[in-house]
């Protein structure tokens, strides 16, 4: 084999196992997606929906059914009542259908449920007296109208959360690019997405369509409903009016908020044992009582059975 042969061989090896290298690590490694390599400038691809905007097109099956239902109930959009807008924006659902369809949802299943019952107790059981009918079956309806409440008090716990973990993080990050001179926080890869990723995002394209940026970040504390970013917003609108310096504010604020989260950890993690407490004493304590005492009590029965015969 000739010396020509042997670096052309070399060389394509090496490059091989290079490109396999890099591929995997953009692949698997976070720090090194393929999405960072992009510029600041790159083009949105054909067919991508801003998220300031919805769509006009009438729903079909389920979902039309329930928002004409709530629509029935609750009457147009704008005629539906605030507070579950607002909980509705604090959930991240801010399509003005949404309202339409939670009331139409809180309709249908408070109905639903007591006609299942009352249709179950006059076909299947047939013979059911009328008080304890029409009690069950307004149980069920309460039950089923509230039902929607309870996912939505859920849901807006669990993003609340998120958003408050995801701060300190942001804070960072946001502290870098300022100094650094970039404006990338919102752009992560979507598994990498908080929620707060996304209202930073939304934030942004609302200031670039002309609103005042004042404005746009009290939209932004009001959309999540989070005191912590609330207090964060007021210190950023307040250097931006004294003019003072924008890193040392979000420096002072990203170590705030994350010993703030240090001590919910800590907290959470002192809750622990006392959390375990009552399962272990309402479902590990009489086992441990069986398993210690049952040998003594089947000794005893068999020593007092002795003593009988």
Not at 77 to 82: K, N, R, V, Y
Request: proline share 6%; net charge positive.
């Amino acid at each position: 084999m000739s010396t020509l042969t042997v670096v052309v061989l070399s060389f394509v090896l090496v490059a091989g196992v290079t490109l396999l290298a890099a591929l995997t690590l953009m692949r698997f490694w976070p720090a090194l997606q393929r999405e960072r390599f992009g510029g600041a400038g790159t083009p949105v691809p054909a067919g991508t929906t801003s998220i300031l905007r919805w769509s006009d097109e009438p729903r079909i099956g389920w979902e039309r059914t329930i928002e004409n239902i709530g629509r029935a109930v609750g009457g147009s959009e704008e005629s539906a009542p605030t507070k579950y807008r607002r909980r509705l924006i604090w959930a991240g659902l801010y399509e003005p259908r949404a309202v339409l369809v939670f009331i139409g949802a809180k309709a249908a299943l408070g109905a639903g449920l007591g006609c299942f019952y009352l249709a179950y107790s006059l076909i299947a059981l047939r013979v059911v007296p009328l008080p304890r009918l029409v009690a069950v079956s307004l149980i069920l309806g309460v039950i089923g109208f509230f039902l929607p409440d309870f996912w939505l008090h859920n849901r807006i716990k669990v993003r609340r959360r998120d958003i408050v973990q995801a701060l300190p993080d942001v804070l960072d990050l946001l502290m870098v690019c300022v100094e650094a001179g970039l404006a990338r926080v919102a752009e992560q890869p979507t598994k990498q997405q908080s929620p707060l990723h996304g209202e930073l995002l939304r934030m942004h394209l609302e200031v670039r369509a002309g609103r005042p940026r004042q404005e746009a970040l009290r939209a932004l504390a009001e959309r999540t409903g989070v005191e912590e970013l609330k207090s964060i917003v007021g210190a950023f609108i307040q250097t931006e009016k004294l003019g003072t310096s924008l890193g040392k504010t979000l420096r002072i604020h990203a170590d705030a908020a994350r010993v703030q989260r240090r001590h919910r950890a800590e907290e959470q993690a002192h809750m622990a044992p006392l959390k375990m407490l009552f399962p272990t004493v309402f479902f590990l304590m009489p086992a441990f009582f069986l398993v210690t005492l049952a040998p003594s009590l089947l000794g005893l029965l068999r020593l007092l059975k002795a003593i009988g015969q």
